[in-house]
């Protein structure tokens, strides 16, 4: 396996390029899911590109570009320059050596590689760095609502064997709606805080890495009595809800963000989980990653079976437009972003 650098060049001005820069990189992506690829990218100034790439020969790499729109199109010439990869970060081992070609590039796998332990740097939490707040401050504006107390609730008692053994995805439901206890006593079981202590730390209602406790819990509603439809903030701590602006067609965006699943609109509420990444980050570094998507498996579960006592139907939402469903809650995709979500309503 040989590697080399392609330096290109625009033969026509930047601005000509229009919509063939987009099908330019619908073809990198071919060449990533193949492995040949590493990196790509414009120079500066943007008068072409670099792009780190492998092959058995410059011919087979000549061949793979023939079919690039922009040479195809005459708009920009290629330099085919070889080197030797003496040395090379960890993580890049297995793409430079050829180990693995054929499947081509995983970014999957790479996850999981470089989410191992040998790979983790010291934490913040090591580092003596502040630990991140517990909770997100309310919203500057947007009125606040107490829910029915925790220990208030009045739910009939469902055996835990005929829970989990009924529980099931459903994403039919009547057009009957949630009392405000009913959410509450949802809510208390998916995100509950029995207590916050001295590390600080909360003590939830469901297990997380460490005591992290790393969500945020986002609500669609459609059909509670005495909420209007709109989009609210769950303040654990408090146990309260706080209404956040969304707008009146706010449903049907979420939906068109859940690649239009439309139980997301037919659902009393919609729950959307929202990582706090500082939270976990703080004490495990690239490996909280991994114990977030778990800590939202524990939340979702929670929510199945609480239900059932209900007698509502769940299910989870993990297909979504992570770009669109993040810009529509306000979150930077980075930082914050949506994890995981749920459906729910009364079933028949």
Known sequence: MRHFIIDFHYTVPAEQLGETTAEHRA???????????????????????????????????????????YQQKGMATYEYIE???????????????GKGEAAGFSPGQEFMKMTRYQYQAPSQQSQGLPQPPLELSPAESGKTIDLPA???????????????????????????????????????????????????????????????????TYLAVNRVEGLPAGLYHFLAIEHRLQELPSGPDFINRLMEACRQQQHVVDSAVTFVWVAVRE?????????????????????CQNLYLAAEALHCG??????????????????DGVDQFVIYGATLGKRG
């Open 279 to 299: 939270r976990m980050y703080w004490r495990y570094g690239e490996r909280g990653y991994r114990f977030l998507h778990l800590d939202a498996g524990h939340v």
């Open 314 to 331: 769940v299910c989870a939402i993990g297909a979504y437009d992570d770009d669109n469903i993040n810009q529509l809650l306000g979150l």
């Open 150 to 216: 925790p220990d208030t609730i009045q739910i009939s008692p469902i055996d835990l064997r005929q829970a989990i053994e009924h529980r099931r995805s459903r994403r039919h439901y009547t057009d009957l709606p949630l009392t405000m206890e009913e959410l509450s006593f949802l809510l208390w079981l998916t995100q509950g805080v029995k207590e916050v202590t001295n590390r600080p730390a909360t003590q939830r209602t469901v297990p997380s890495a460490g005591a992290r406790h790393a969500f945020e």
């Open 27 to 69: 073809f990198l992506q071919a060449g990533y899911q193949q492995g040949l690829l590493l990196f790509s990218g414009l120079k500066v100034p943007g008068n072409g590109g670099m792009i780190v790439a492998r092959a058995e020969s410059t011919e087979e790499l000549a061949e793979f570009f023939k079919n690039d729109p």
């Open 83 to 97: 080197f030797d990869p003496v040395s090379n970060q960890g993580f890049l081992e297995e793409w430079v050596s």
